[in-house]
């Protein structure tokens, strides 16, 4: 299953958790352990959501605004890229490391806006943490409800960094992680076209496409 049919039916999904930490005001989390980053950040972006919902919708700009401001201090978001370039990472030069962080989140962000917008807090269910205390590594698990009742399993992956605490870096929702899938499809990409291309046709705001590179 290629990301771009499943993102047909859980890909605003998909943007809504890996954007759950990033709109929760920084003052307002604890990242002590996966468990309190997910539970604490997912508060408050329903808090947000709730207080501004009909201001984000009339302007996404001011939605884009509050999630630049607080997305990298919880999201590692240069690890994920990094992970999505795979070897490309390797090649690439530290400007185009940069463009591609800046522009594919951004792509991100214009893609899934709007599903965000509509997010409630009856759709969220964290479940109780089992990943070891100790280690630097761990997996916190959620279920979103779609709008026709169906549960989804959305696992987040977690990793203690030195200087943050922990951070989100990787989405599995249904077994299928955005980390890998991307990794795929932009691999496929840049295999026929170039690392550069695909950049410009990120910053030219073009939405990724999985699966139809």
Avoid: C
Avoid at 70 to 95: I, S
Avoid at 182 to 201: H, N, S, T, Y
Wanted: glycine residues 6%; aromatic residues 8%; without cysteine.
């Amino acid at each position: 299953m290629n990301l771009h049919a499943f993102s047909r039916g859980s890909g605003s999904i998909l943007l809504l958790m890996l954007l759950a930490v990033p709109l929760a005001r920084a003052a307002a989390i604890d990242s002590s352990s996966p468990q309190q980053l997910i539970e604490s950040s997912s508060r408050a972006m329903l808090a947000d959501l709730d207080a501004n919902r009909e201001k984000y919708r009339r302007d996404k700009k001011a939605l884009y605004k509050v999630v630049d401001e607080t997305f990298l201090p919880h999201v590692d978001v240069d690890f994920a890229a990094q992970q999505v370039l795979g070897k490309h990472w390797r090649t690439a030069d530290a400007t185009q490391r940069t463009r591609f962080v800046t522009a594919f989140k951004q792509s991100l962000l214009q893609s899934y806006g709007d599903a965000l917008v509509e997010f409630t807090a009856d759709r969220l269910r964290v479940l109780p943490y089992q990943g070891d205390p100790a280690a630097d590594r761990g997996t916190v698990r959620t279920e979103i409800r779609r709008s026709n009742g169906s549960l989804v399993a959305v696992n987040y992956s977690m990793r203690k960094t030195a200087t943050g605490g922990w951070k989100a870096w990787d989405v599995v929702i249904e077994g299928i992680s955005y980390v890998k899938s991307f990794r795929e499809d932009f691999g496929l990409e840049i295999e026929q076209k170039g690392l550069e291309a695909v950049i410009k046709r990120l910053e030219a705001g073009a939405v990724p496409a999985p699966g139809k590179a």
